[in-house]
């Protein structure tokens, strides 16, 4: 998304409280497996986009 369309939003929506942002119990329920952060499904999937 372009930033100004994200601040746009933002400022609509307000900024999301830190409740807001946790990843819920959910998520390891529907993988089997512990939710893990997206910068480490970035660094073991780098080489696909290089």
Sequence with gaps: ???GVVDGTLDILGRPL???QRVGGDV???LG???APFA???ER???AFA
Excluded: F, I, Q, T
Aim: charged share 20%; proline share 22%.
């Design 1 to 3: 998304m372009p930033p």
């Design 18 to 20: 830190p409740a807001e």
């Design 28 to 30: 390891g329920r529907v």
């Design 33 to 35: 497996r512990p939710a």
């Design 40 to 42: 480490a499904w970035a």
């Design 45 to 47: 999937n780098r080489s």
